[in-house]
């Protein structure tokens, strides 16, 4: 549905647990077109919230390197 929604970015986390999740960012036309997986890792996405406004206070900064 390359048409009805758009992948943004996604946020892998870490729980207070320990535990891994993530918050995949999605532009959508309505709650119907999102998809039920992030992408990125194959997990299940089974909440939505609708952005009720964006605040910027700077641009995101690059990638960081990772040191090998």
Same mark, same amino acid.
């Given at each position: 549905?390359? +048409? ?5 970015? &996604?946020?892998?986390?870490? &729980?207070?647990? %320990?535990?891994? =999740? /993530? ?6 036309? +309505?709650?119907? &077109?999102?998809?039920? /997986?992030?992408? #990125?890792? =194959?997990?299940? =996405? +089974? ?8 605040? !910027?206070?700077? +641009?995101?900064? %690059?990638?960081?390197? !990772?040191? #090998?």
């Amino acid at each position: 549905m390359p +048409d009805r929604v758009r992948w943004i970015r &996604s946020y892998v986390v870490k &729980s207070p647990n %320990g535990r891994i =999740g /993530t918050f995949c960012i999605y532009q959508a036309q +309505d709650p119907e &077109s999102n998809p039920r /997986t992030c992408p #990125a890792l =194959g997990m299940p =996405g +089974d909440q939505i919230f609708p952005v009720v406004k964006t605040v !910027v206070i700077r +641009d995101e900064p %690059g990638r960081a390197s !990772v040191a #090998a």
